[in-house]
C-alpha cells in the first residue's frame, strides 16, 4: 500500500469489500500514531465473534499476524457496547481503532446465540445514534474499518435485504461524523473526504 495520507485523522472510516485491504490500512494508521510519540497509545477493539470454528480459527490467525505487526497494541473485545467502549478508552493520546462495525451490527441484530432475540433490522436508528454521539465527543482519533456491501447483486431475503440497508445507513453516518473517509480497493485507498487540514 503506498505510504500517502497516513497522518492520523481526528476520525476515519475505511470502508471495502472483502480483502480490500481496510484491516491493513487501519493498522498503518496506529502504527503512525504510535511511532509519532512516546506518550501515544493505541487501542483496538474488535466485534469479531467466534461462531463456529472456522472464524474461531481466522480470529486465532487474525490475533497473531496483529501481534507480530503491531506489538504495542492493546486488543479488547467488544462485540456490542461498542459507544460505550469508545468513550471508555478513547483519550487525547489514545488512538482507537474499530474492526469492524459490519460484524457489531451483525452481533446487534442476527445473535449468534439462537436463544438470543435478533434486533429489528428495520429500526438500527438508536444504536447507531449512540455510535455518531460517541465518535463526535471522543478526545482522540477514532479508526473505524467497515465493509461495502451494497455494491453487488442485490439480496433475495428480507432480512438480509433489511441487513444491507441498514448498514448502508451507519456507514452514513459514521462518514458524516469522520473528517476522513476512505475506500479501499485491490490494496489502494480511494479518499472521499479529507481534513480541511489536508486541502489547505
Not at 469489500?17 to 483496538?44: D, F, I, N, P, Y
Not at 459490519?102 to 445514534?129: C, E, F, H, K, Y
Not at 475506500?183 to 479518499?191: K, N, Q
Request: charge should be positive; hydrophobic fraction near 45%; aromatic fraction near 2%.
Amino acid at each position: 500500500m503506498p505510504d500517502i495520507h497516513l497522518k492520523v485523522a481526528r476520525g476515519e472510516l475505511i470502508l471495502g469489500g472483502q480483502k480490500s485491504g481496510k484491516s491493513r490500512r487501519a493498522e498503518a494508521l496506529a502504527q503512525s500514531w504510535l511511532k509519532a510519540s512516546k506518550t501515544h497509545h493505541a487501542v483496538l477493539l474488535v466485534t469479531a465473534r467466534a461462531g463456529d470454528d472456522e472464524m474461531r480459527q481466522r480470529i486465532e490467525r487474525h490475533q497473531t499476524d496483529r501481534a507480530r505487526r503491531l506489538a504495542g497494541l492493546t486488543t479488547v473485545e467488544e462485540p456490542l457496547a461498542l459507544a460505550e467502549s469508545i468513550q471508555a478508552y478513547s483519550r487525547a493520546q489514545t488512538l482507537v481503532l474499530v474492526d469492524c462495525l459490519t460484524l457489531w451490527l451483525t452481533n446487534q441484530l442476527m445473535p449468534v446465540a439462537p436463544q438470543a432475540p435478533a434486533g429489528d433490522v428495520s429500526q438500527p436508528g438508536i444504536r447507531i445514534a449512540a455510535l455518531a454521539l460517541a465518535l463526535q465527543s471522543a478526545p482522540g482519533p477514532v479508526v473505524l474499518v467497515s465493509n461495502e456491501i451494497g455494491l453487488g447483486v442485490v439480496p433475495m431475503g428480507c432480512e438480509v435485504r433489511g441487513f444491507v440497508d441498514a448498514l448502508g445507513q451507519l456507514n452514513q453516518a459514521v462518514a458524516a461524523v469522520c473528517e476522513r473517509v476512505t475506500l479501499m480497493v485491490a490494496g489502494l485507498p480511494m479518499i472521499l473526504k479529507e481534513p480541511t487540514w489536508r486541502k489547505s
